[in-house]
């Protein structure tokens, strides 16, 4: 699994640092926008990575599986 983000979309909710944050952060000195932590997060981390893709209501986050095909969205 492998996050992405696309920063001009990004709002600085501040989901996905809340959701996962091992693998995103909103740094004050950017902004408050996201950044990536972790580009290759443990398995441990996969549920909160979705969660944090779900959460983000500016559909910032993407994933992609480790062949660069997007992983699909867990249900």
Same mark, same amino acid.
Do not use: Y
């Given at each position: ?6 920063? @001009?979309?990004?709002?600085? *909710? ?8 091992? =693998? $995103?952060?909103?740094? !004050?000195?950017?902004?408050? $926008? =996201?950044? /990536?932590?972790? !580009?290759? +997060?443990?398995? %441990? &981390? ?11 209501? %500016?559909?910032? /986050?993407? /994933? &992609?599986? @480790? @062949?660069?095909?997007?992983? +699909?969205? *867990?249900?």
């Amino acid at each position: 699994m492998k996050p992405t983000v696309n920063p @001009d979309t990004c709002i600085a *909710s501040g989901n996905c640092s809340r959701t996962a944050p091992r =693998v $995103f952060a909103n740094l !004050e000195e950017n902004g408050g $926008f =996201v950044s /990536i932590i972790d !580009e290759n +997060p443990p398995e %441990s &981390e996969w549920a909160a990575v979705r969660a944090a893709e779900e959460q983000c209501p %500016s559909a910032t /986050i993407h /994933i &992609e599986k @480790d @062949d660069g095909i997007p992983a +699909p969205a *867990s249900a």
